[in-house]
Antibody, heavy 119, light 107 residues
Framework: EVQLVESGGGLVKPGGSLRLSCAAS????????MNWVRQAPGKGLEWVSS????????YYADSVKGRFTISRDNAKNSLYLQMNSLRAEDTAVYYC????????????WGQGTLVTVSS | DIQMTQSPSTLSASVGDRVTITCRAS??????LAWYQQKPGKAPKLLIY???SLESGVPSRFSGSGSGTEFTLTISSLQPDDFATYYC?????????FGGGTKVEIK
């Protein structure tokens, strides 16, 4: 069974940093692209970042470019999101999601981790 | 970036109704469109990919159509489990974008 479990969310002050993790199991992690998608409270879905299976290709939404860094460790079956210079508008549930069959859509999602940026 | 516009934003319907949701892209995305269902407090679930391909395990009452810039998600006979919010997503570009969502409510 495919499982994605996010961790690392919490309350952080504006300008602060946080590192999210996503532990994957039930599939060959190193064969799939991975993604972060977020959802602000009461709002819609927003794609944040994608990373290819071997980390060769990385993409970011303009809203986080230069502040967030996506990475992965295929030996540990783990995906990460380093978030720096956090702003109030980054407050959201952050989902880890697996890429579907080599394309940029999402077939399995984690349960999400809440990041709250507030003073 | 490619903008995705869904309509309506809210839809009131009864069990057994045929429901159609529209998604329009700001430029042609060929058939690179997915549909997701999300229930409150839960992660989204993939329903349809490549505009009309049904994801494994998804009931056949869900169907998708369209290409280019205009797409539809149809639920042929609305069931109690289908009351949720639906999102479209384009993956024609590496810069992925979602529609604003359509909430399907009980009439």
């Amino acid at each position: 069974e495919v499982q994605l479990v996010e961790s690392g969310g919490g309350l952080v002050k504006p300008g602060g940093s946080l590192r999210l993790s996503c532990a994957a199991s039930g599939f060959t992690f190193s064969s799939y692209s991975m993604n972060w998608v977020r959802q602000a409270p009461g709002k819609g879905l927003e794609w944040v970042s994608s990373i290819s299976s071997s980390s060769s290709y990385i993409y970011y939404a303009d809203s986080v470019k230069g502040r967030f860094t996506i990475s992965r460790d295929n030996a540990k079956n783990s995906l990460y999101l380093q978030m720096n210079s956090l702003r109030a508008e980054d407050t959201a549930v952050y989902y880890c999601a697996r890429g579907h069959s080599g394309s940029s859509l999402f077939d399995y999602w984690g349960q999400g981790t809440l990041v709250t940026v507030s003073s | 970036d490619i903008q995705m516009t869904q309509s309506p934003s809210t839809l009131s319907a009864s069990v057994g109704d045929r429901v159609t949701i529209t998604c329009r892209a700001s430029q042609s995305i060929s058939s690179w469109l997915a549909w997701y269902q999300q229930k409150p407090g839960k992660a989204p679930k993939l329903l349809i990919y490549k505009a009309s391909s049904l994801e494994s395990g998804v009931p056949s009452r869900f169907s998708g159509s369209g290409s280019g810039t205009e797409f539809t998600l149809t639920i042929s006979s609305l069931q109690p489990d289908d009351f949720a919010t639906y999102y479209c997503q384009q993956y024609n570009s590496y810069y992925l974008t979602f529609g604003g969502g359509t909430k399907v409510e009980i009439k």
